[in-house]
């Protein structure tokens, strides 16, 4: 598994890093599901 989003500080959300880009998933008890693909550079909303 990916390491958690320094952002969010929440144990279900995690990351992958595959330069240059930032792919963000929530883990579910039967599933994971990709929410977001981001550039590097682009910064998160803090909500």
Known sequence: M???VPEYD???IREL???PYRIF???FPDRV???AI???RERLPRE
């Open 2 to 4: 990916g390491r958690l």
């Open 10 to 12: 929440v144990a279900e």
């Open 17 to 19: 890093v595959e330069p």
């Open 25 to 27: 998933y929530e883990v």
């Open 33 to 35: 599901e990709v929410f």
């Open 38 to 40: 981001r550039h590097g």
